[in-house]
């Protein structure tokens, strides 16, 4: 869970500064509209060597950083 919670930070991180947003705002503050939400599961793909299934995608609760892992939490497969 430490790298999941790392790679999304990096990617808040990313796009509250290309927006100018501070970068300790709350993820629905720096993440707009589905095209970001796929830019974090993107990221994810790749920083944790998983591949989302479309079928399960569920939009991501942006309230908290909390609230954003643990929605991500319920959509990684299961091995």
Do not use: C, H, N, W
């Not at 300790?24 to 994810?44: F, K, N, T």
């Amino acid at each position: 869970m430490e790298k999941l919670t790392l790679v999304v930070e990096k990617k808040l991180v990313q796009l509250a500064t290309s927006k100018g947003v501070p970068l300790d705002s709350p993820p629905y503050m720096i993440v707009e509209d589905s095209l970001d939400q796929m830019r974090i599961l993107v990221a994810l793909e790749e920083g944790l060597d998983t591949v989302f299934d479309d079928a399960d995608f569920r939009t991501l609760k942006l309230e908290s950083r909390t609230a954003l892992i643990d929605s991500i939490l319920a959509i990684i497969p299961k091995e």
